[in-house]
């Protein structure tokens, strides 16, 4: 499984966007890049997934850099809510179906 | 529509004891899979069953079994507790033929600590 590096914890102010980093520089053509993220208490939620191009949902954005060996998660507004550990995966096409996690990066949004 | 359930929510067991985790996927979802998070890391996959046999299985020794039931809910079941099983085990369940594209639903997880 290719591996991901993310810094271990950031810190935000709410309202403010956030810019969540996650080097893959040994990327293969057929992974996909996931995010999740782990609120307290709860188990991981999905946020979004991209191949190449740049990807918009309701939760976030998913910027991905042009060679794809790093990609950036984009809180537009951050808020209370958003505060969790955030998981950068890579799953590749005809590969295991199963999520490898890393340790994440811990975001905390200061009101 | 309910999403993915586990109980027990909490338990407590000792060492060498038996334990058995119960998890109801996601409204029509048909696979099921177990991870175990202990504290401070992330999620590790434990294994995946799918049409009520076991698909992928990973580096968890075979104290760690499973099962699927014909209404694709599942059971975890681990043997001859060590303090080291102490974590939280999450349930995740998915549509297959989604592939890797797929999304995953998690559990809210059960806490286990081994005494």
């Known amino acids: 499984d290719a591996k991901t590096t993310q810094p271990n914890s950031m810190e935000s102010n709410e309202e403010e966007p956030v810019h969540l980093p996650c080097n893959h520089s040994t990327i293969s053509g057929t992974d996909y890049i996931h995010w999740y993220r782990q609120l307290p208490s709860q188990g991981p939620e999905y946020v979004i997934h991209?191949?190449?191009s740049n990807v918009n949902n309701r939760m976030a954005s998913l910027a991905i850099a042009e060679d794809r060996k790093s990609s950036t998660l984009i809180l537009h507004r951050a808020t209370l809510r958003d505060a969790a550990v955030y998981y950068c995966i890579l799953r590749r096409q005809g590969g295991s179906e199963k999520l490898v996690f890393g340790k994440g990066t811990k975001l905390t949004v200061n009101p | 529509d309910a999403g993915v359930t586990q109980s027990p929510t909490h338990l407590i067991k000792t060492r060498g004891q038996q334990v058995t985790l119960r998890c109801s996927p996601k409204s029509g979802h048909d696979t099921v899979s177990w991870y175990q998070q202990a504290l401070g890391q992330g999620p590790q996959f434990i294994f995946q069953?799918?049409?009520?046999?076991?698909?992928q299985r990973g580096n968890f020794p075979d104290r760690f079994s499973g099962h699927q039931f014909p209404n694709y809910s599942s059971e975890l079941n681990v043997n001859a507790l060590l303090l080291g099983d102490s974590a939280l085990y999450l349930c995740?369940?998915?549509?297959?033929?989604?592939?890797?594209?797929?999304?995953?639903?998690f559990g809210e997880g059960s806490r286990l600590t081994v005494l």
């Open positions: 991209g191949l190449t």
């Open positions: 995740a369940s998915s549509l297959a033929g989604t592939g890797v594209t797929g999304e995953l639903f």
């Open positions: 069953y799918y049409e009520e046999e076991e698909r």
